[in-house]
């Protein structure tokens, strides 16, 4: 950033501006990283079942996750104002990296962990409620067929509420 003067208050408003972009785009990969993990552990757990359990996301549901999820939201992001007190924080230190084992951690361990509980159980809950048992049959043409579709779809809904939820939340 090269400034054209020397007048303190647009230097104030240039060091705001680099800290609302920089709490952005940490917030923002927070949310990328944390829905990430809701989006592979059901493809793990139809895999490491043994087919047992149905997929609970269609390649069609997954792709439209990626692609609403992540536009809108970092459409959202760039419009947002500063956070309070973003200029009365002290500098981050030179070393400071934009992703951190915590902020890993926390997406991850935390967030990401409890997103796929919540859909997963969802997933289960409407799968079983409706009569099916690990192993049945639930693909096209089967009795299942139109309950595994509803069970995929309360995956899709919850998998895009968590996601929404994490990325209108106020915390980087």
Same mark, same amino acid.
């Given at each position: $950033?090269?400034?054209?003067?020397?007048?303190?208050?647009?230097?104030?408003?240039?060091?705001?501006?680099?800290?609302?972009?920089?709490?952005?785009?940490?917030?923002?990969?927070?949310?990328?990283?944390?829905?990430?993990?809701?989006?592979?552990?059901?493809?793990?757990?139809?895999?490491?079942?043994?087919?047992?359990?149905? !997929?609970?996301?269609?390649?069609?549901?997954?792709?439209?996750?990626?692609?609403?999820?992540?536009?809108?939201?970092? !459409?959202?992001?760039?419009?947002?104002?500063?956070?309070?007190?973003? $200029?009365?924080?002290?500098?981050?230190?030179?070393?400071?990296?934009?992703?951190?084992?915590?902020?890993?951690?926390?997406?991850?361990?935390?967030?990401?962990?409890?997103?796929?509980?919540?859909?997963?159980?969802?997933?289960?809950?409407?799968?079983?409620?409706?009569?099916?048992?690990?192993?049945?049959?639930?693909?096209?043409?089967?009795?299942?067929?139109?309950?595994?579709?509803?069970?995929?779809?309360?995956?899709?809904?919850?998998?895009?509420?968590?996601?929404?939820?994490?990325?209108?939340?106020?915390?980087?």
């Amino acid at each position: $950033m090269v400034l054209t003067d020397d007048d303190f208050a647009t230097i104030i408003a240039a060091v705001q501006a680099g800290r609302r972009a920089y709490d952005h785009i940490r917030k923002f990969v927070l949310c990328i990283f944390a829905h990430a993990v809701p989006e592979v552990v059901p493809f793990l757990v139809f895999a490491l079942s043994g087919w047992l359990i149905p !997929l609970a996301l269609t390649v069609v549901q997954f792709l439209a996750i990626d692609l609403g999820t992540d536009t809108l939201p970092a !459409l959202a992001l760039s419009r947002e104002p500063a956070g309070p007190g973003l $200029m009365d924080r002290p500098p981050r230190r030179r070393q400071q990296r934009l992703i951190s084992g915590g902020m890993l951690a926390r997406a991850w361990g935390f967030l990401g962990v409890i997103s796929v509980a919540l859909v997963m159980a969802a997933f289960l809950i409407t799968l079983l409620g409706a009569g099916w048992h690990p192993g049945d049959a639930a693909g096209a043409g089967s009795p299942l067929h139109h309950v595994r579709r509803q069970a995929t779809t309360v995956s899709w809904l919850g998998i895009v509420a968590c996601h929404c939820a994490l990325c209108c939340s106020s915390f980087p």
